[in-house]
């Protein structure tokens, strides 16, 4: 809440204004123009996304000051403030701010101390965490309310305070609403398919929207999206229910198509596991993981997971990098970990996934083995088809800079998170050369963070020790080399073209190492980048890496 002093000011500033839904007060870049005092409604702060989008940074509620940072600053907005509902606000134009903030020193203690906390974290009352989350159901047989009350008491569980509201709630007055928000964390208003009114109602009260959707294709009209804030800023889920013994998924991808989604979860009816993820995500409680790319030294992600399940602590969204996106897929698809040490047995440590050495006009290997095996372990699945949220990152030579893939063939994807040039024939899609995704971000953490509000997790590979003047010795020498087959790992150029690329993102690394929760780097220098027969050592490195910092993980623990 805004302190005494400034609280004084913004009370003999005039009236109050209207900002609409789906009105802006401010964009970023530009000027301010006053401080202002959210009287009434709420307002979202959002921040532009790597992919376009904008993140929610924070829901600010009645009380809430907003340009106090801005003008202790450069004047510039960095985001954007838009009503999520009608919202009333008072101004203080910036002219006369400033010349009290020069005259008063209660009223530029009050401005630092609220900008302070803004800086330092989202305020009690500017959590980033929807407060009404409105729940339809847009496919035939699917209860909208049973549903509610199964995430309540999920919810409930975390330590929420919590209530469902369901078509009972339009008859209320506003102030009984306000109240109820007032007095519960999450208030979660439930409409049917068939409840128009309430859902037009419901539209206008939410600060997110929630579509329980069926496996099949979608069947929808227009959608209950309110004033225009929900769809302009993508503050929409979409939630697939599918049988509770359904293990492969199909065809989500026309949900994201359909609708403005910025999320799109999986879970199966009746499984308390999936409410409960759920439940971590809407409470600001769950955990997001994002492996680096590092060759054989990716190996080491295993070893953290391995940690990770025996502390108890859960996965929620993942991304990853090169080899970290291949480690990351197979958590998305589901893989047990007796699983995942089975699949990267079969596809890298049997037999060097680089064995079809061509003659280098484009790369040193023809890519054939890598596409055989990721169509082994990974079939046709679609990334929206993936029981966890899953990104990764190539690089794009067309335009340059990151291409990130968060839709279509998974396969496809991984395999243009891998090519690392020079090795790996680039990927050519929609006119676009793709290339291994370390040359531009090898730990994309803002993939991840951009999705949920709970901690995420860093796991770097590629942080190690680099290259040794042994690593580039041709060992064993001569014919011998090629007749134990030793070539299949390739030549030592393999392991400079690869250190290469983890080297060049090292700006982006240290960006994401500042903004990640936890940041585990195993200690891998006895395991070399193309030596694929190295798992249990570099299993072993992460397993190690990620006990260290037990403690830390174990707070996050569900």
């Not at 049988?243 to 308390?272: C, F, N, Q, V």
């Not at 940041?519 to 890496?545: F, T």
Request: aromatic share 4%; charged share 20%.
């Amino acid at each position: 809440m805004a302190e005494d002093a400034l609280a004084r000011v913004f009370n003999r500033a005039g009236p109050t204004f209207t900002l609409k839904g789906g009105e802006a007060l401010a964009r970023p870049g530009q000027p301010i123009d006053a401080l202002y005092r959210l009287e009434a409604g709420r307002i979202a702060e959002l921040k532009p996304g790597p992919d376009g989008t904008s993140r929610l940074v924070a829901v600010h509620r009645p009380g809430a000051m907003l340009g106090g940072v801005e003008a202790l600053g450069d004047g510039v907005h960095r985001t954007s403030l838009v009503a999520l509902r009608d919202s009333e606000l008072r101004s203080l134009p910036i002219r006369k701010a400033e010349r009290l903030l020069r005259r008063d020193p209660h009223v530029l203690a009050d401005v630092a101390r609220a900008a302070l906390r803004r800086l330092g974290g989202p305020e009690p009352e500017a959590s980033r965490s929807s407060s009404i989350l409105g729940v339809v159901a847009v496919s035939q047989g699917l209860n909208a309310r049973a549903f509610a009350e199964r995430l309540s008491q999920s919810l409930q569980r975390l330590g929420c305070r919590t209530v469902v509201l369901g078509s009972e709630a339009a008859l209320w007055e506003p102030a009984a609403l306000s109240q109820m928000e007032e007095t519960h964390d999450l208030v979660l208003m439930a409409a049917e398919q068939d409840q128009a009114d309430f859902i037009a109602f419901c539209a206008r009260q939410i600060d997110r929207l929630v579509l329980l959707a069926g496996p099949g294709r979608p069947h929808i009209g227009a959608l209950p999206l309110g004033p225009g804030t929900i769809e302009a800023h993508r503050l929409v889920d979409v939630i697939v229910i599918h049988p509770p013994e359904a293990k492969h998924l199909g065809g989500a991808d026309a949900w994201l198509t359909a609708t403005p989604a910025s999320r799109l979860l999986h879970i199966r009816r009746d499984s308390a596991a999936d409410c409960d993820r759920l439940a971590r995500i809407y409470a600001g409680k769950s955990v997001g993981l994002v492996l680096s790319g590092g060759g054989a030294r990716a190996y080491a992600h295993v070893g953290v997971l391995r940690a990770m399940g025996e502390l108890g602590v859960p996965i929620d969204f993942v991304a990853g990098t090169s080899m970290g996106a291949i480690i990351a897929a197979g958590v998305a698809m589901g893989w047990s970990l007796d699983e995942m040490d089975e699949r990267l047995h079969d596809a890298f440590v049997s037999s060097s996934p680089l064995g079809d050495i061509a003659f280098p006009i484009i790369a040193m290997s023809h890519g054939a083995e890598v596409e055989e095996r990721l169509e082994k372990h990974f079939g046709n699945v679609d990334i929206s088809d993936l029981w966890r949220p899953f990104a990764c990152v190539s690089t794009d030579l067309t335009n340059g800079g990151a291409y990130v893939h968060k839709r279509g063939l998974l396969r496809r994807a991984l395999r243009s998170s891998l090519s690392l040039p020079g090795l790996l024939p680039p990927v050519i899609e929609d006119g676009r050369v793709l290339v291994d995704g370390a040359l531009v971000d090898n730990m994309p953490a803002e993939l991840v963070q951009a999705q949920h509000d709970g901690p995420t997790i860093g796991v770097n590979v590629a942080e190690s020790r680099g290259l040794k003047p042994e690593d580039l010795k041709l060992e064993p020498t001569g014919v011998t080399w090629l007749a134990t087959g030793a070539w299949r790992r390739g030549p030592p150029i393999v392991s400079i073209l690869m250190r290469a690329a983890t080297v060049g993102a090292g700006n982006s690394n240290e960006a994401s190492r500042n903004a990640l929760d936890l940041y585990i780097v195993p200690k891998l220098e006895g395991v070399e980048l193309r030596d694929w027969k190295a798992y249990k050592p570099a299993v072993q490195a992460g397993y190690s890496a990620a006990l260290a910092v037990a403690d830390h993980l174990a707070t996050m623990a569900g």
